[in-house]
């Protein structure tokens, strides 16, 4: 087993057990308004993406379903943090933590965090449940709606598995190779 091998199969169960406290730390920040613009798109982005129908890998799917999730919410801080002021702005260190994190995804895919890093950008002009990143960001009651799914969703979710098991890593390559768009 390589060292990022080694570390991914650290890492990945621990972000998979603390996605639902990561969601409810994002949603939180979102919530503040306190954040530019730009900032809150990225984390917005992030959170709908959570009830997007078709993501980049089905959340039934054992071990992998919400891990692609994880990736996100990790790009998205990746993404949000780099903008003015993101990192003293938010006082939690949320952003910062995930955008951490973000270095290990981005060491596991390789050249494709590139695309991992298109399609979050992309998700700023996505909607999920009706409500675009437009409408939560720029309406209160759209970003109040979000922030009440999430923290359902948060209190609700349960951690799938993630053995430590290379092949594990083998597939969610595999996974994020096929469906990130090119």
Request: hydrophobic share 40%; net charge negative.
């Amino acid at each position: 087993m390589t060292d990022i091998q080694s570390r991914c199969l650290d890492a990945f169960p621990q972000w998979l057990r603390a996605l639902g406290d990561d969601a409810r730390a994002l949603a939180q920040l979102l919530e503040q308004g306190t954040l530019p613009e730009p900032v809150r798109r990225h984390v917005a982005g992030a959170l709908n993406y959570l009830f997007k129908s078709l993501d980049l890998i089905p959340d039934g799917i054992e071990d992998l379903g919400f891990i692609d999730d994880a990736f996100v919410f990790r790009a998205s801080a990746a993404a949000a943090a780099s903008e003015s002021d993101a990192g003293r702005l938010d006082k939690t260190g949320t952003l910062g933590r995930l955008s951490d994190e973000a270095a290990l995804v981005r060491e596991f895919l390789g050249a494709d965090y590139a695309r991992l890093e298109r399609y979050v950008q992309s998700l700023q002009n996505s909607a999920s449940r009706g409500r675009s990143v437009d409408d939560i960001v720029k309406d209160a009651s759209s970003r109040s709606a979000l922030v009440g799914e999430v923290t359902a969703w948060a209190s609700s979710y349960a951690s799938p598995s993630f053995a430590r098991d290379e092949k594990n890593l083998i597939k969610l390559k595999s996974f994020l190779t096929t469906k990130l768009p090119a």
